[in-house]
């Protein structure tokens, strides 16, 4: 009969052994986890763009390019009773032409602040018909501001956010320029 050899000693493979686990955590960390981040990124800017229900095009960005719209039509009413030199009818022109313009999230957000603020400000000062004229104008801006504020892109961001800024994610963020998506207020 054989004899039952001697058991295998795995001595001189532990170096190698964490050597595979360092590379492997290290991978995980600083590969899988920047593609997950800007995966989740990318996924909340889609739905800033397009919003979450396919075929239907309803989105932050859509109301925000409507929103812009209805702030110039509101303008033009409104610059003949109030004069084109006013700050608020100013505000509603350069913010539109903000949102019309912009590239990023973050700028068409800030816009929007301005041209909800605005909007109130030189609707309350008008009177007479170019009050009528400008109300089918400010309505429209009131809706979109009230539509823009319950679009889940906000529920997509703050989970991003939340996700961007606990550890580790945070560090790989910042070393792989991985920003905050903006939210109301930020």
Not at 78 to 100: F, R, T, V
Not at 118 to 127: E, G, K, M, Q, W
Not at 150 to 159: C, L, N, P, T
Request: glycine share 6%.
């Amino acid at each position: 009969m054989a004899k039952n050899p001697a058991p295998v000693s795995f001595k001189e493979n532990t170096r190698l052994g964490a050597l595979a686990l360092i590379v492997c955590v290290l991978v995980s960390i600083f590969v899988l986890g920047p593609v997950k981040l800007s995966g989740a990124r990318k996924e909340a800017v889609n739905v800033f763009r397009n919003g979450v229900e396919e075929g239907i095009t309803v989105s932050v960005y859509t109301d925000l390019i409507a929103m812009a719209e209805n702030a110039n039509r509101l303008a033009n009413f409104a610059s003949d009773q109030l004069g084109e030199d006013n700050q608020d009818i100013k505000i509603l022109k350069e913010s539109a032409k903000k949102i019309l313009d912009a590239k990023d999230e973050k700028t068409m957000l800030m816009a929007y602040s301005d041209i909800a603020l605005a909007s109130d400000n030189v609707y309350t000062r008008l009177t007479g018909s170019a009050k009528d004229d400008a109300k089918g104008a400010y309505v429209n801006i009131d809706n979109y501001v009230s539509t823009i504020k319950r679009d889940s892109y906000f529920a997509y961001a703050d989970d991003f956010n939340h996700k961007r800024n606990g550890f580790p994610a945070i560090i790989l963020a910042g070393l792989f320029g991985i920003d905050e998506m903006p939210t109301l207020g930020k």
